[in-house]
């Protein structure tokens, strides 16, 4: 590691460290490593470099998703979505032994896909399902775990906007392709959830909810499917070309604006100005943390770290496994200290090459890095899923964690399958006709 690289990612855990916000901690320790350039002899403008590096990484079309699909959460978040959900998850599967725990799984599940955040599944399903668990006799430490560990599934169920950071940093990859590439590995990761959970549940005698007649599911479902139809009208208008991904997101927010305002009205006219505020806030901080991290992967690229860490990575071992599983341990282990959004601007530039030459496909590769990085929201110390879960559960990290740790290995082996069997986030993309580049 040359001096340049050492300053940079000196600066940058250091300021960690000091809690600075992490975009400050990036463009920081980039205007550093740029200082540490010009005193070698160069002579590069550090400030208007990352300036212009800031503005030009935010000047993208795709990039408008985000603030759009953030927007359509928030109303589905506060438009009595999760409850049509829940009830709807409930009168199909909430009957059986340990039903309840399958309920919060597909729930978290189906909720966390809508809204594009786990935060938001564990807050708005773990504030009905986790007071309820606990009145039907489930363990309230079991509750929080559960619902923790669930909400993370709907980061890689379509639409995500991880995906649209990952496909945009990872360049030529088709953001249609990587929604449709991560359905499979979402729903692996909820099974083995759910398979952990149900065992628990069953061998702690917890019982079901009532037992639904099909008139009851049928009213459910009825409840529910308009909230259900709008990853069905994204994800159909995109794969049928009628609108583009941020197309997509415009019209998810018309969608949960006559939901949630209009149809249902458990969002109020005057309550869209406060919602509207936090979606600018929230748009900020993620635009703010991709322009930084823009300027930072200019400098990486300039140093050709990228290249050198490809180098020393292939040094150790030629067998595609060995590299896999370093590389895997190594992006668990930032996802336990960082949120996905900055995680998926640094690493990817410098994983994604190695991925490459190991002849692994960068939609795999996206949905490898996705999953790692969703189980660091549920892993301390950072983890904020963890975090809003205990808030939400009126418990503490130090009672959830022997519940954590079975639920943590079985997304364990749901990340190797998603590692070891590229078909699995492939296979669809390819059955649609979508690869890397369309």
């Not at 009595?80 to 919060?104: K, S």
């Not at 923790?148 to 990872?170: E, K, Q, R, W």
């Not at 994983?351 to 590769?365: K, M, N, S, Y």
């Amino acid at each position: 590691m040359d001096l340049t690289a050492l300053i940079l990612v000196v600066t940058f855990v250091g300021l960690l460290v000091l809690n600075l916000p992490v975009a400050h901690c990036i463009a920081l320790a980039t205007l550093a490593g740029l200082a540490c350039l010009n005193l070698s002899g160069n002579d590069l403008p550090g400030e208007v470099i990352i300036a212009q590096k800031m503005v030009t990484g935010i000047d993208s079309f795709p990039l408008l998703a985000i603030p759009f699909f953030i927007f359509s959460g928030l109303l589905m978040g506060s438009g009595g979505i999760a409850t049509r959900l829940v009830d709807f998850v409930a009168a199909i599967v909430g009957r059986l032994p340990g039903g309840l725990a399958y309920v919060n799984v597909l729930a978290c599940m189906l909720f966390g896909s809508i809204s594009g955040s786990a935060a938001a599944a564990v807050s708005s399903v773990g504030g009905m399902m986790i007071p309820e668990m606990n009145r039907k006799g489930y363990d309230r430490d079991f509750n929080v775990a559960l619902t923790t560990t669930s909400a993370i599934t709907g980061l890689m169920l379509p639409p995500s906007n991880a995906v649209i950071v990952y496909a945009i940093v990872a360049g030529g990859v088709s953001i249609p392709a990587m929604f449709v590439a991560g359905i499979l590995p979402g729903l692996l990761f909820g099974i083995c959830l759910m398979v952990v959970g149900g065992y628990i549940a069953s061998k702690k005698g917890y019982g079901g909810g009532e037992k639904r007649s099909l008139a009851a599911i049928l009213v459910s479902f009825k409840r529910a499917i308009l909230s259900l139809l709008l990853v069905i009208i994204v994800l159909g208008g995109i794969l049928a070309g009628i609108f583009t991904p941020t197309e997509a997101a415009a019209i998810a927010v018309a969608w949960a604006f006559f939901l949630a305002v209009i149809l249902y009205r458990q969002v109020k006219i005057r309550e869209l100005p406060a919602l509207l505020l936090r979606c600018a806030k929230t748009t900020s901080i993620v635009m703010f943390l991709i322009g930084a991290s823009m300027a930072m992967s200019w400098l990486l690229t300039y140093q050709e770290i990228p290249q050198s860490v490809s180098h020393a990575l292939l040094s150790i071992s030629d067998n595609k496994i060995v590299l896999l599983l370093l590389i895997n341990v190594l992006l668990l282990f930032v996802g336990a200290f960082m949120d996905m959004t900055p995680a998926i601007l640094i690493f990817t530039p410098i994983f994604l090459p190695v991925a490459i030459r190991l002849g692994i496909d960068p939609i795999h590769f996206g949905m490898i890095m996705v999953a790692n990085l969703s189980i660091g929201l549920c892993s301390p110390p950072v983890g904020t899923s963890l975090f809003v879960g205990c808030s939400v559960g009126k418990t503490t990290l130090a009672k959830v964690t022997p519940y954590l740790i079975p639920l943590f290995i079985a997304m364990i082996v749901a990340l190797a399958i998603v590692s070891l069997f590229p078909q699995l986030s492939l296979w669809l993309p390819g059955l649609l006709g979508l690869t890397s580049g369309s």
